[in-house]
């Protein structure tokens, strides 16, 4: 079946860097996109980025810019979002997710129909 | 940016009330917006796309309206399951995807 498969959780000091990965399984890798997510402890949902497996191409939210780089293997169809300079508000679940498309007249659109269960990242001291 | 709001940020319900949460985007979206559910320690689930487009496998009982800046996510009538924390998401600009701050369903 179709799923997505994380790495386990991690804990890491302030300014240190965390690399999370996501297995993809159960459908062509290069065919959908993957999304990161976070989640603070007791928050909502945080998008951070998007990339294209097919090509590398990726999108990254403003806030993350220059802290954040997402990347794909393809040989083993895994993603990886890696966040530098951690911070204690990094805390958080991080969640990566598949971006399906839907065609529908001139649109197309975009959506995130398969999550891993998520990582847990702790950053204290 | 655009920006997302929703309201209620919670509400308490029964089992069988109809329940409708509003979304609004700070500049318009045409249809670019998706509605997600999600319980207490699971990762999110998505339950409708294209603003009005029922995910396979979701029950009927939910369905999404709207287009431009005002959306709208009903359950006809709320089932124990339901209860949990709904966000809506635009994905109106190619890889700028923002959420709503989420409404909260919990047991009246």
């Known amino acids: ?125 | 940016d655009i920006q997302m709001t929703q309201s209620p940020s919670s509400l308490s319900a029964s089992v069988g009330d109809r329940v409708t949460i509003t979304c609004r985007a700070s500049e318009t979206i045409s249809s670019y917006l998706n509605w997600y559910q999600q319980k207490p320690g699971q990762a999110p689930e998505l339950l409708i796309y294209a603003a009005s487009t029922l995910q396979s496998g979701v029950p009927s009982r939910f369905s999404g309206s709207g287009s431009g800046t005002d959306f709208t996510l009903t359950i006809s009538s709320l089932q124990p399951e339901d209860f949990a924390t709904y966000y809506c998401q635009q994905t109106y600009t190619m890889g700028i995807f923002t959420f709503g701050p989420g409404t909260k369903v919990d047991i009246k």
């Open chain 1, 1 to 125: 079946q179709v799923q997505l498969v994380q790495s386990g959780g991690e804990m890491k000091k302030p300014g240190a860097s965390v690399k999370v990965s996501c297995k993809a399984s159960g459908y062509s890798f290069i065919s959908y996109g993957i999304s990161w997510v976070r989640q603070a402890p007791g928050q909502g949902l945080e998008w951070m980025g998007w990339l294209s497996p097919y090509n590398g191409n990726t999108n990254y939210a403003q806030k993350f810019l220059g802290r954040v780089t997402m990347t794909t293997d393809k040989s083993t169809s895994t993603a990886h979002m890696e966040l530098r300079s951690l911070r204690s508000d990094d805390t958080a679940v991080y969640y990566c997710a598949r971006g399906n498309t839907a065609a529908g007249g001139d649109h197309l659109y975009y959506y995130m129909d398969v999550w891993g269960v998520g990582t847990t990242v702790t950053v204290s001291s």
